[in-house]
């Protein structure tokens, strides 16, 4: 069963800076790769993708000018750089994976992915 397994959440203040990874088990099949969260009592949202092919990047408004999104293809590994953190950046932060043709909007979209990780807590304190 293909596994995504995302590290390097943890607490940090506002202002702060935090990096996510997300290790794939090795194999190069993705089409794209995103990053989604969810905070409590919310439904979870878009963060961050990244197109496998061109390495097109597509982030929320809410992130825009603050994360980065990228991936190093040879350890199969994708990466959420976050800098500036606010409180409400606070959730539990999933990568995921897509094998499906994506389009602009698709991208963003939970459906189109069908490999999740199982998250990881990211806190940002004011």
Not at 86 to 92: G, W
Request: proline letters at 2%; charged letters at 15%.
């Amino acid at each position: 069963q293909v596994q995504l397994a995302e590290s390097g959440g943890g607490l940090v203040q506002a202002g702060g800076s935090l990096r996510l990874s997300c290790a794939g088990p090795g194999r190069t099949f993705w089409l794209a790769m995103g990053w989604f969260r969810q905070a409590p009592g919310k439904e979870r949202e878009f963060v961050a993708a990244i197109t496998l092919i061109g390495g097109n990047t597509y982030y929320a408004d809410s992130v825009k000018g603050r994360f980065t999104i990228s991936r190093d293809q040879a350890k199969d590994t994708l990466y959420l750089q976050m800098n500036s953190a606010k409180p409400e950046d606070t959730a539990v932060y999933y990568c995921a994976a897509c094998t499906d043709a994506v389009t602009t909007i698709s991208i963003t979209r939970e459906y189109k992915y069908n490999y999740w990780g199982q998250g990881t807590q990211v806190t940002v304190s004011s």
